[in-house]
């Protein structure tokens, strides 16, 4: 390599995110400092109004490396591009599984974006129409799930905000105290950060991401029964600054994927044990409020340990 290609190299730091403008092509090199949050980018609006008016221009991102396309050509250029460059935002931050954008990046006209944004409503009330029964626990279709039962939702901010799920609070019953990890902790992804005292004994549950905690609910400490009465809703728990979301994909799943795990989990949960807690849960009906009430020490342990990831 000589030394004009050694200049010209721009290599992406770790934990970085290309922007979506570079990441199709459109631009050299520019990494993406705002969560891919486009609406509120200073360039992802410059980007979208030179397309939109189709300005035969170029855009100085200070780099040397070779001219960047013609602005001008990319709505044409944009749909012979492959797919691997057209990855919708909301796909490079891990919310849902696969997205091919086909909107040249104008995310402000896309009816998809308006979707997803509205469901980032700061409201965090659930009522019981936004629930769906599957194998006898509710789920929020709206949201997404670690394997380890704790859902995430991100927010207009591009801060995701974390609670656990049906599954878990019906698996945990009554928690007699809740002790969450200080504002401004790093955390990550696998690190046990926020603990419950429960007739069994303390727990210890797992980063579902890694970032920052940013948001504490002290209603639960307070109330720890919020945390398991009303999981999606006034039992959340904080909200992270995210920091590598990738990083977490593998393990998180979006609408009918979240069923699919569901069942599963269910099934398995029913496998494991033969009580009344769970014997109904594949006829239609809600498992019970408190499944370590039937259970001994022993047998509970197993299960939250298999299903739940604690320690």
Same mark, same amino acid.
């Given at each position: 390599?000589?030394?004009?290609?050694?200049?010209?190299?721009?290599?992406?730091?770790?934990?970085?995110?290309?922007?979506?403008?570079?990441?199709?092509?459109?631009?050299?090199?520019?990494?993406?400092?705002?969560?891919?949050?486009?609406? *509120?980018?200073?360039?992802?609006?410059?980007?979208?109004?030179?397309?939109?008016?189709?300005?035969?221009?170029?855009?100085?991102?200070?780099?040397?490396?070779?001219?960047?396309?013609?602005?001008?050509?990319?709505?044409?250029?944009?749909?012979?591009?492959?797919?691997?460059?057209?990855?919708?935002?909301?796909?490079?931050?891990?919310?849902?599984?696969?997205?091919?954008?086909?909107?040249?990046?104008?995310?402000?006209?896309?009816?998809?974006?308006?979707?997803?944004?509205?469901?980032?409503?700061?409201?965090?009330?659930?009522?019981?129409?936004?629930?769906?029964?599957?194998?006898?626990?509710?789920?929020?279709?709206?949201?997404?799930?670690?394997?380890?039962?704790?859902?995430?939702?991100?927010?207009?901010?591009?801060?995701?905000?974390?609670?656990?799920?049906?599954?878990?609070?019906?698996?945990?019953?009554?928690?007699?105290?809740?002790?969450?990890?200080?504002?401004?902790?790093?955390?990550?992804?696998?690190?046990?950060?926020?603990?419950?005292?429960?007739?069994?004994?303390?727990?210890?549950?797992?980063?579902?991401?890694?970032?920052?905690?940013?948001?504490?609910?002290?209603?639960?400490?307070?109330?720890?029964?919020?945390?398991?009465?009303?999981?999606?809703?006034?039992?959340?728990? #904080?909200?992270?600054?995210?920091?590598?979301?990738?990083?977490?994909?593998?393990?998180?799943?979006?609408?009918?994927?979240?069923?699919?795990?569901? *069942?599963?989990?269910?099934?398995?949960?029913?496998?494991?044990?033969?009580?009344?807690? *769970?014997?109904? #849960?594949?006829?239609?009906?809600?498992?019970?409020?408190?499944?370590?009430?039937?259970?001994?020490?022993?047998?509970?342990?197993?299960?939250?340990?298999?299903?739940?990831?604690?320690?």
């Amino acid at each position: 390599m000589d030394n004009n290609s050694r200049q010209g190299l721009k290599v992406i730091p770790a934990n970085e995110k290309k922007c979506i403008w570079m990441e199709s092509g459109a631009v050299n090199f520019k990494l993406c400092n705002n969560n891919y949050q486009c609406n *509120t980018c200073q360039f992802d609006m410059a980007m979208a109004n030179r397309v939109q008016n189709q300005k035969d221009l170029k855009i100085d991102i200070n780099t040397p490396a070779k001219p960047v396309r013609e602005v001008s050509l990319w709505t044409e250029e944009f749909r012979n591009l492959p797919a691997g460059e057209r990855k919708c935002r909301y796909m490079l931050m891990g919310e849902i599984s696969y997205k091919i954008c086909p909107n040249s990046f104008r995310c402000g006209e896309c009816s998809f974006d308006q979707m997803m944004q509205e469901n980032m409503s700061s409201d965090h009330t659930v009522s019981e129409k936004d629930l769906v029964l599957e194998s006898g626990f509710f789920l929020d279709e709206r949201i997404s799930y670690y394997r380890n039962h704790m859902w995430l939702k991100l927010e207009r901010s591009g801060k995701y905000r974390i609670g656990i799920d049906d599954f878990a609070g019906r698996l945990l019953g009554n928690l007699d105290n809740v002790s969450l990890p200080g504002l401004g902790k790093k955390v990550d992804i696998g690190e046990f950060f926020w603990s419950a005292k429960h007739k069994f004994g303390d727990l210890e549950f797992a980063s579902p991401l890694e970032g920052i905690i940013d948001g504490l609910n002290y209603d639960v400490i307070n109330d720890p029964s919020l945390v398991t009465s009303d999981p999606y809703g006034s039992g959340w728990l #904080m909200t992270i600054e995210p920091n590598n979301i990738s990083k977490t994909n593998g393990n998180i799943f979006h609408g009918s994927e979240s069923r699919v795990w569901m *069942t599963e989990e269910s099934k398995a949960l029913n496998n494991s044990i033969h009580s009344s807690a *769970t014997s109904t #849960m594949h006829d239609g009906a809600i498992a019970s409020r408190d499944i370590s009430a039937n259970l001994e020490k022993d047998e509970w342990v197993i299960l939250a340990t298999n299903h739940l990831h604690i320690r």
